[in-house]
């Protein structure tokens, strides 16, 4: 069985820093994209961040460009999300998810899952609050 168990979350001051993590057991796939995604009260779910387990390949949302970096370990199956220079509109419930790229290899995004409903799995969500 799949499990996805996301942690790191909390409260902090704008211009902070926050270390999630997601830990992922019963899915040891090599080739898979690995998704942070974020929601707000009243807003729709948003993918931030995504990266090739494959390969490395990432994507930001331009909301957290040169703020946020997502990384993978694949020694722990663990993606990690650093979030620096946090801003109050940074403030969700953060959530990670995984999925298999329906391929095949072809332009140098050909890995990525954009939307929630390509994504299999998903973690329980780690709140994230950021104060002015």
């Known amino acids: 069985q799949v499990h996805l168990v996301e942690s790191g979350g909390g409260s902090v001051q704008a211009g902070g820093s926050l270390r999630l993590s997601c830990a992922v057991s019963?899915?040891?796939?090599?080739?898979?994209?690995m998704g942070w995604f974020r929601q707000a009260p009243g807003k729709e779910r948003e993918n931030v961040a995504a990266?090739?387990?494959?390969?490395?390949?990432?994507y930001y949302a331009d909301s957290v460009k040169g703020r946020f970096a997502i990384s993978f370990d694949s020694a722990k199956n663990t993606v990690y999300l650093q979030m620096n220079s946090l801003k109050p509109e940074d403030t969700a419930m953060y959530y990670c998810?995984?999925?298999?790229?329906?391929?095949?290899?072809?332009?140098?995004?050909?890995?990525?899952?954009?939307?929630?409903?390509?994504?299999?799995?998903w973690g329980q969500g780690t709140q994230v609050t950021v104060s002015s």
């Open positions: 998810a995984a999925g298999v790229p329906p391929g095949p290899p072809g332009a140098d995004d050909w890995w990525l899952l954009l939307r929630a409903d390509e994504y299999n799995f």
């Open positions: 019963g899915y040891t796939y090599s080739r898979k994209c």
């Open positions: 990266i090739y387990t494959g390969g490395g390949g990432t």
